[in-house]
């Protein structure tokens, strides 16, 4: 099994910068990708980004040039910068672990995004 633990939310004012942390442990060698996602209050569930074992990264077209994901494989950690957050940013950040099947592995228990005008 894995077990994903996030860290790093917060209060933030609009153009502040904040730095999401998903540590994995367990089976984290069946652990193809991780991602980032965000519910936002009344709002579905949606990806922000997500960086496989290889690598590649994908973003949503909302955080492009503002976020950056990235690994930290001795840690096997995966962390999200966030710069220049807008308001719309606020929200439930959760990170979630992929196999090679891209079946979910597990969610973490989310951390709070909140950014002030």
């Known amino acids: 099994q894995v077990q994903l633990v996030e860290s790093g939310g917060g209060l933030v004012q609009a153009g502040g910068s904040l730095r999401l942390s998903c540590a994995a442990s367990g089976s984290t060698s069946s652990i193809a990708a991780i991602g980032w996602y965000r519910q936002a209050p009344g709002k579905q569930r949606e990806m922000v980004a997500s960086?496989?074992?290889?690598?590649?990264?994908n973003y949503a077209e909302s955080t492009k040039g503002r976020f950056t994901i990235s690994r930290d494989n001795t840690k096997n950690t995966v962390y999200l910068q966030m710069n220049s957050l807008k308001p719309e940013d606020t929200a439930v950040y959760y990170c979630?672990?992929?196999?090679?099947?891209?079946?979910?592995?597990?969610w973490g228990q989310g951390t709070q995004v909140t950014v002030s005008s």
């Open positions: 960086i496989n074992k290889g690598g590649s990264v």
């Open positions: 979630n672990a992929r196999n090679i099947w891209t079946d979910s592995l597990a």
